[in-house]
């Protein structure tokens, strides 16, 4: 039995607008299906849209962070949110992009324990006090990222990753959103 992947409704690929559907047929032509997360948000195009603009402006953009990097913010931010569709799917594809099968379960169990540089724990102790508790970011923590050779625009790139996917992780969770099966597989081996 199949359940569905949003408590909400789901649009047909012919119902929705054509820049959604062209959005979305882009990401199934690259990625060989479709993330759940780009048929539940065009439940509500306008958010959609910029759902995605904000996500693009903050993961694809050059950077002082690595793909990667931005995919552990992610991947640590929502293990500690309880976000199931975050974890696996951001899961996949930070074992892609760091090219290490095993990081993401390390990161989204517990990344102090992880194998990591000082630079990345650092970045995620920085990452989870954005994405937990924000009122409590002070002038220290930003000289102890300074201290690992971050700059103040890595400062603002990880603090903007993780509150955007707090946002990310509780629209999931509002959702229900069902991780795509694809996901779960993705990265597990040196050759995927």
């Known amino acids: 039995m199949s359940r569905p992947i949003s408590r909400f409704p789901v649009p047909a690929l012919d119902e929705m607008p054509e820049d959604v559907r062209h959005r979305i047929l882009e990401v199934q032509a690259k990625a060989g299906f479709v993330p759940n997360v780009f048929l539940t948000l065009a439940h509500r195009p306008d958010e959609f849209r910029a759902f995605f603009a904000y996500h693009d402006a903050l993961m694809e ?16 931010s929502s293990g500690a949110n309880q976000c199931q569709y975050c974890v696996v799917a951001h899961g996949a594809i930070l074992r892609v992009r760091a090219r ?3 990081i993401a379960d390390q990161v989204a169990v517990n990344y102090r324990k ?6 990345q724990r650092a970045m995620l102790d920085f990452a989870l006090k954005t994405a937990l508790r ?13 201290e690992h050779g971050f700059s103040d625009e890595d400062i603002w790139d990880i603090g903007a990753v993780a509150a955007f996917f707090a946002l990310s992780n509780r629209l999931a969770n509002l959702t229900s959103m069902r991780p795509n ?3 779960f597989l993705l990265g ?3 050759t995927t």
């Open 114 to 119: 992880a194998d990591l540089t000082p630079r």
């Open 100 to 102: 290490n099968p095993l």
């Open 134 to 146: 924000s009122a409590e970011i002070g002038d220290a923590d930003f000289a102890a990222l300074r």
């Open 188 to 190: 597990r081996s040196p």
């Open 181 to 183: 099966d694809e996901f």
């Open 61 to 76: 953009k050059d950077s002082g962070l690595s793909k990667a990097e931005r995919e552990m913010i992610v991947v640590a």
